[in-house]
């Protein structure tokens, strides 16, 4: 079992960035891949970025692209998110979650772990 908690949330003009966090309790944390999500009020949940059990690997979503960057830190059980250039579009709540699937990563019904969200809010 892992336990997710996400933080570094907030309101942040557009622009400008910040830097999320997810911290995983479990001596298997390590062994998962692990992805970020957001959702916006009355839209579907959607991927924003994956990276592998090691690190070495990293995906993103095309909206996301040279502007996020997803990595992890193992002994610490943390994964970040770092948002560059924040638009309003990527106000949401943000999710992190626990996969075995690295290649279908982007499919969240393969996440079997996943936090509370933390807000994120872009103003123009």
């Known amino acids: 079992q892992v336990q997710l908690v996400e933080s570094g949330g907030g309101l942040v003009q557009s622009g400008g960035s910040l830097r999320l966090s997810c911290a995983g309790s479990?001596?298997?944390?390590?062994?998962?891949?692990m992805g970020w999500f957001r959702q916006a009020p009355g839209k579907e949940r959607e991927f924003v970025a994956a990276?592998?059990?090691?690190?070495?690997?990293?995906y993103y979503a095309d909206s996301v692209k040279g502007r996020f960057s997803i990595s992890r830190d193992n002994g610490k059980n943390t994964v970040y998110l770092q948002m560059s250039s924040l638009k309003p579009g990527d106000t949401a709540v943000y999710y992190c979650?626990?996969?075995?699937?690295?290649?279908?990563?982007?499919?969240?019904?393969?996440?079997?772990?996943w936090g509370q969200g933390t807000q994120v809010t872009v103003s123009s």
């Open positions: 979650a626990a996969t075995n699937e690295y290649f279908t990563a982007r499919v969240a019904s393969n996440y079997d772990y």
């Open positions: 479990g001596r298997t944390f390590s062994s998962y891949v």
């Open positions: 990276i592998s059990v090691s690190g070495g690997g990293t």
